[in-house]
C-alpha cells in the first residue's frame, strides 16, 4: 500500500494500530537506493514504548509494508496489530536512544570518533536472537595498515549515534581502541570460527 503515498504526504500525520495513537511519523532514511529504505523513522508515543519496548526509546523504524491506508481524519492506520510492532520492535539495534531496523543500517559508513572512516555496513551479526554486531567491510587502506580481515564485527554497544544526511554510523572510540576491547575481540574470533566452519 505504501508505494501510493510519498514520505513528504506521511511525514508528521499521527500513526494509529486501531484506536490506539503508537506515535508520529517524521521521516525516513535518506539513501538514493530504494532497497536501503524500507522502514520510516517513528517518533514513539511514551506510553506505547514504556508498555511494549524493552527499554523505551524516543524513535523506532516503521516497515512501510504495515502502513494500510490514511484515515478520513489525516491519520495513517496500519494493517498489523501492536503484538506485531512489538516483535519488529525487538528485531532492531539501539544507537543512543532510538531504535533501528536492518534495512536502516546496512550500506552506512561506519566512522570512528575522530571521523575515520572505516567502512560500510554489509550485514548484522546476531547470537541468540539479538543483534550484536554490525558486519563491516573496511575500507582497502584501513584493512591495510591495521592488517585486518575482508570483514569485521563493529559491536553494537560501542555505536554513539547515526547522522541522517550523511548516512553514517558514528563510534563512541577512536578504531585503534575499539579493536582492543574484549567485545570486538569476542565477536571477531567468533565470526572468524563461523567462516571456518562454512
Known amino acids: ?23 508520529v511519523i517524521v521521516g525516513e532514511r535518506f539513501h538514493p537506493r530504494d532497497e536501503f529504505v ?3 523513522r517513528i517518533q514513539v508515543d511514551e506510553g506505547v514504548a514504556s508498555e511494549y519496548m524493552r527499554k523505551a526509546a524516543e524513535c523506532a523504524p516503521l516497515a512501510k509494508e504495515l502502513v494500510h491506508s490514511i484515515r478520513s481524519d489525516g491519520c495513517v492506520r496500519l494493517s498489523k496489530s501492536m503484538r506485531e510492532l512489538q516483535r519488529r520492535w525487538r528485531n532492531t539495534v539501539r544507537i543512543e536512544n532510538q531504535l533501528y531496523a536492518t534495512d536502516e543500517l546496512l550500506d552506512r559508513a561506519v566512522l570512528d570518533n575522530d571521523g575515520m572512516d572505516i567502512g560500510n555496513v554489509v550485514d548484522l551479526v546476531k547470537i541468540k536472537r539479538t543483534y550484536k ?20 564485527v563493529v559491536p553494537c554497544g560501542q555505536l554513539a549515534r547515526t547522522t541522517a544526511r550523511l548516512d553514517e554510523v558514528i ?9 582492543t576491547l574484549p567485545s570486538y575481540l569476542k565477536l571477531n574470533e567468533l565470526h572468524q570460527d563461523d567462516r571456518a566452519v562454512t
Not at 4 to 22: A, C, M, N, S, T
Open 171 to 179: 563510534l563512541k572510540c577512536t578504531f585503534s581502541r575499539m579493536m
Open 1 to 23: 500500500m505504501v508505494e501510493d503515498y510519498e514520505i513528504q504526504e506521511l511525514i508528521e500525520r499521527d500513526v494509529y494500530v486501531g484506536e490506539k495513537l503508537v506515535g
Open 133 to 152: 554486531g554490525l558486519l563491516v567491510k573496511p575500507h582497502f587502506m584501513v584493512r591495510s595498515r591495521h592488517n585486518l580481515p575482508e570483514e569485521i
Open 38 to 40: 524500507r522502514s520510516m
